[in-house]
């Protein structure tokens, strides 16, 4: 064995005796009833902090799928807007112009930025009560523990398993007007599959697809 080999297995042999002996201390430190306490402590907030590593790696995953949901949804608008702008540049003059238009885009005058912003509220509603679902119970206040069961009272077998909203968190969480253009933009998501609607117990759920 050469010299260099033989002082590196010394070396490596004198590591585990060094890694052994802070063991020890360590474990003998444990039988001492003060830092027995102390070390008690350090394992619950390991355990804590564990959890949050845990919680913020799904939230991590869901903004990523919703990420990705977004930027799908926002392709296919596009390319249906570039459709219905070309058929409004191209009508066949036989065609009673008024009818066309109030076709177009389910008889509606939105823009793919009016879309695109509605698009981005319900992404924030979405984000907002999912992050309260995601909250250490002892860490909310009383008004996001009441969200908190409103959420869970609200979910069904249809829903499990998915991320949706209800009309009430939009209004919880964004400034957006629950009115009739925002049904039509709801309208018109649905047509592109990107939500889905179940009913029940006099509320209607968004479902995200």
Known sequence: ???????QLCSHINE????????????NCGQEPTLKTI?????????????LLNKLELEIEYQEQTN???????????????DVE????????????????QNVYMKSRLTYCQINDVIKEINKAVVGKYKILHQPKKSMNSVARNLYHRFIDEETKETKGHYFIVE?????FTALKVDKRFHVIL????????LSEVRGGGLTRYVIT
């Open 1 to 7: 064995m050469a010299l260099s080999d033989l002082e």
């Open 16 to 27: 585990k005796i060094g890694n052994i002996k802070k063991t020890l201390s360590l474990r």
């Open 39 to 51: 070390l008690n402590k350090i394992g619950d907030e390991i355990i804590v902090v564990n959890e």
């Open 68 to 82: 990705s949901s977004l930027q799908e949804l926002c392709e296919s608008l596009e390319e249906d807007y570039k």
């Open 86 to 101: 070309h058929l409004k540049e191209n009508i066949p003059p036989h065609l009673p112009q008024v009818t066309v238009t």
């Open 168 to 172: 009430a968190d939009i209004k919880e």
């Open 187 to 194: 309208n018109i998501l649905r047509h592109c599959r990107r």
